[in-house]
């Protein structure tokens, strides 16, 4: 098993630029989510989905859109980049029930000029 | 609100020395919880969880956390810390499968 693959690995924008972020697990996760890592802020959640066509709003949501079509792929939309989307980003998996950890990706590295 | 705190930032600890980095969680009922590692430049790593049971729970690389529902706690301890200990640490909660929230990490430092 691959686990939870993400690309790019490092991504630089012009602000205004739009781009995806791409995230795919092959473990048969129910549940997927992306989070921004910044200094001192921890991992804060952005969106999550808690299957295919079901995804819902994290705790700092604005300026991304994302999507669920299928089980495996969970792309992470930045409609108009903006230098304070400058972070980076992790995608993790877990199946939905029980006491289960999250699986993480290796993570993208954005920078928003 | 639900919240995960962790009130120390940075630790450093020389090697060898016991370490225990504390961690506080503030929700209406007991979440799971997890304490994760981050290298350098490198994703999250499972330490260790808590759902039930035993409140002591063993983990990787020599790492234990004993969960305290009083103290609203699940502290994270090494015995003695080696130099490749030096990472973030991050604990985590999740309020039954809907709302995995991390807090905000305390780095590790190792002095030689």
Known sequence: ?????????FQVLKTGQSMTLQCAQDMNHEYMSWYRQDPGMGLRLIHYSVGAGITDQGEVPNGYNVSRSTTEDFPLRLLSAAPS???????ASKEISGANEQFFGPGTRLTVL | AQSVTQPDIHITVSEGASLELRCNYSYGATPYLFWYVQSPGQGLQLLLKYFSGDTLVQGIKGFEAEFKRSQSSFNLRKPSVHWSDAAEYFCAADNYGQN???GPGTRLSVLP
């Open chain 1, 1 to 9: 098993n691959a686990g939870v693959t993400q690309t790019p690995k």
């Open chain 1, 85 to 91: 989307q400058t972070s980076v980003y992790f995608c």
């Open chain 2, 100 to 102: 995995f929230v991390f």
